[in-house]
């Protein structure tokens, strides 16, 4: 669901960006920044967006380095707008706004073949190159955001913290399985950090409409520097799962997992490094096994900004949902380790 349905932008707000009032329509979509389509005074098609309190404001320049650089190269991305007194965002009443560029696609909420699975590895190692030579020190730096101890040691304090939990006999069981997971993680190999999106679930790529093709990268907040592995394990895990996270019938798929590592490969022939083809698989594994300790913490401490409740009856039982999702696909995926591993290993060999 999105955040503050009810919200409705100031009008200090549009005139700051000249939008025009009558144009605005909320998108459904926009978790964590409440969003809406809009066209200026001039006919063009925009986005507005309220920035959540999370991220601070500087996070505009970083988006704005960024998509500038991208821009330069000739690839398709978001532009923020700046306002008419030429400011990359306008605060008013303790919210920050903006306004970014529209680009005319579709989102997905989870692939349907290994052939959208293969342009989603395509975009983004395009926009990996593409930020590879970019000399920026990010504003908001995300320290830390794929620290998987730190997330595991979160779910043993929360199952110590709140014994008293109603649903402590359902969320227990989980937890078992996310830490018997855990314990078996193989180590990660050594890398250096690049630039990398943060966030790239499927949701965060826009698609032509109608057809196969990946346009580019949205929702840029998350823009940091980790290494590739982490971030390629966080895609992988998203789109080799044709369901969505809180479905029962979530599952690692590896044939989309053989197409996203192909397109991958194939738009940025010998940028990756021995070591970094190496981590993906276990990269993959790890980024769920994280997140479902995550949303398991969670399930116990009532956290989840935007639960559904039209299908859930509190954040904790989405919050379960999604646990045993993760759970699904690590368990999947943790047998299909080996062939991953040849799958990358080829990729890298097509690459010499």
Known sequence: MAAHPTLVPPLAVLSAFDLAVESLVRATSGLINPTWFAFSNRGTALVLQRLNPIFPATVNVDIAAVTEHLARKGLLTPRLVPSLDGAL???????????????????????????QAREAGRILAEFHRGVSDLDHTFKHARLGVHDTARHLRGLHDALVEHRGHRDIRSIEPLAERVLTLAAALPPLPASSDRIVHGDPKISNLM???????????IDLDTLTRMPVALELGDALRSWCNPATEDALSARFVRPFFEAAVAGYAEAAPGFLAP????????????ITVELAARFCADALRERYFGWDNRRY?????????????QLQVAESLKVEQ???????????????
Not at 94 to 101: C, N, Q, S
Not at 275 to 286: D, V
Not at 341 to 352: I, Q, V
């Open 89 to 115: 965002w306008f605060e008013h009443e303790d919210a920050v706004w903006r306004v970014l560029t529209r680009i005319d696609g579709v989102c997905r909420d989870a692939l349907e073949s290994p052939a």
């Open 275 to 286: 070591a970094e083809w190496q981590a993906i698989p276990a990269g993959t594994l790890t």
């Open 207 to 217: 698609f032509a409409h109608d057809r196969d093709h990946a346009l580019c990268l």
């Open 338 to 352: 080996g062939a991953l591993e040849e799958t990358t290993a080829r990729a890298f060999r097509h690459e010499e």
């Open 313 to 325: 009856p509190s954040a904790s039982a989405h919050n379960q949902a999604r646990t045993r999702g």
